[in-house]
């Protein structure tokens, strides 16, 4: 979460960017983009007890003008359009390690993502699962790779790698 903050500071992100959390669990990432100074958050999950959950400490931190929807992303977004930022901190992740239908939820997850990304929008995303390589690969068609976060590096039997991938996409037609 910091890393992503830190990276949208710098990428000077403006205030008012609408910006889409997918999948925002107890919507604490919510909660420090409005502390960020962020005026345009959307999160959404399929999980009614995460919304409800979300909605409870967004409203203990008084913050009554962030929006929070239980929303299937992958069969249920079609109001949601437009959106300058839309980040994942596990989401694709998460239905990636479903065993039923697993190429297929990925490819409704990137379609939904298209749909959802106004063109030029930014895409976030941070795995535990995937390399940098097969993100690069899954989000090629539609996408143009911007940047790679820095996460951190363990080296095991002569091989390094990433604990965690964060990349940054652009959406293009």
Known sequence: MNRVLRWM??????????????GTGNGVFLVELSKQGFKNL???DYSPASVQLARSILQAEDLTDVTVKEVDFL??????KDFDVC???????????NPDGTKAAQTH??????????????????SCNWTKEQLLHRFSEGFEFVHVLPTPRFQFGGKSGNTVTALIFKRVF
């Open 87 to 97: 980040v994942d901190k596990g989401t694709f992740d998460a239905i990636s390690l």
């Open 75 to 80: 069969n249920g977004c079609g109001e949601l």
């Open 9 to 22: 500071d710098k990428a000077e992100i403006p205030e008012n960017a609408s910006i889409l959390d997918i």
């Open 109 to 126: 997850y990137v379609q939904a993502l298209k749909d959802v990304l106004k063109d030029k929008g930014l895409f976030v995303i941070t």
């Open 42 to 44: 959307t999160g959404i």
